[in-house]
T-cell receptor, first 110, second 116 residues
């Protein structure tokens, strides 16, 4: 079983602060995706990282894939209330469909 | 274009009753996934289909759960008999990629099931 552990599980911060969310596994993934889920909705893809060491930026969000393709991080600069939601990493590897991490619930207070 | 459509959005039923959840994937997508989400266990893959054929059903909890995809535009997830521990939000997702496990997943809004 390919397990993805995310940390922290919960994060409550003030608007304007920076934060980093981590996604770790003992398994190697061919690629890794990050999704954001808002209450009452399904997850929505933010980014896919494919190459070990790859860094992708999406406005204030920076995603990094570990060199060994076992871990990833999401850094948010100057968080805004609109960033509030559940952030999920998901690994692609082997024959199984996407395996989702445990999730990080982010609350950004105005 | 319409996204993934799930029904019902909410279902409340009593233990022992049969529950059928329905999903219409995005037209043209060749893979369909059923996930279950709970606070305790997060988002778990139950089963996925590629070109209407079940590829991996190892996540289906037990024989009470069954899923079908009779054609490219419709899938059902059935629980019979239902139990309180089945209470969760069930998501259907679809994707289009040559390999079913590498494409972006497009999720429906989910079906929230409560079994009393």
């Amino acid at each position: 079983t390919q397990l993805l552990e995310q940390s922290p599980q919960f994060l409550s911060i003030q608007e304007g602060e920076n934060l980093t969310v981590y996604c770790n596994s003992s398994s190697v993934f061919s690629s890794l995706q990050w999704y954001r889920q808002e209450p009452g909705e399904g997850p929505v893809l933010l980014v896919t990282v494919v190459t070990g060491g790859e860094v992708k930026k999406l406005k204030r969000l920076t995603f990094q894939f570990g060199d060994a393709r076992k871990d990833s991080s999401l850094h948010i600069t100057a968080a805004q209330p609109g960033d509030t939601g559940l952030y999920l990493c998901a690994g692609v590897g082997g024959r199984r469909a996407l395996t989702f991490g445990s999730g990080t619930r982010l609350q950004v207070q105005p | 274009d319409a996204g993934v459509i799930q029904s019902p959005r909410h279902e409340v039923t009593e233990m022992g009753q049969e529950v059928t959840l329905r999903c219409k994937p995005i037209s043209g997508h060749n893979s369909l996934f059923w996930y279950r989400q709970t606070m305790m266990r997060g988002l778990e893959l139950l089963i996925y289909f590629n070109n209407n054929v079940p590829i991996d059903d190892s996540g289906m909890p037990e024989d009470r759960f069954s899923a079908k995809m009779p054609n490219a535009s419709f899938s059902t997830l059935k629980i019979q008999p239902s139990e309180p521990r089945d209470s969760a939000v069930y998501f259907c997702a679809s994707s289009f990629k040559a390999e079913a496990n590498t494409g972006e997943l497009f999720f429906g809004e989910g079906s929230r099931l409560t079994v009393l």
